[in-house]
């Protein structure tokens, strides 16, 4: 798995700690295959003023006894 760093400034500006309401102005669904060849879902979401690069991934994740997709789904 690749690992994302970035530079954060510090005083102010986007990258303030804290929680965030975002505005997501793209996302796109897509389909992940492992080494072992098991596909899964995900969704890549992007937000207004920041940059390409700050984008979220969310995989799909099931209960095992339903069967029922809970990850992707709580997005909504």
């Known amino acids: 798995m690749a690992i994302k ?6 005083g102010g500006g986007l990258y303030t700690e ?3 309401e975002l505005k997501i102005t793209k996302a796109e669904y897509g389909i992940w ?5 098991e596909a899964k ?6 937000f207004e003023k920041y940059p390409e ?7 799909e994740a099931k ?3 339903t069967g029922e997709e809970f990850k992707i789904a ?3």
Do not use: A
Not at 5 to 10: A, D, G, L, Y
């Open 41 to 46: 879902r995900y969704i890549d979401l992007w």
């Open 63 to 65: 209960n095992k006894e």
């Open 5 to 10: 760093t970035m530079t954060v400034p510090t």
């Open 53 to 59: 690069n700050s984008n979220l991934r969310v995989y």
């Open 33 to 37: 295959k492992s080494p072992k060849g």
């Open 74 to 76: 709580k997005l909504f």
């Open 18 to 20: 804290g929680w965030h």
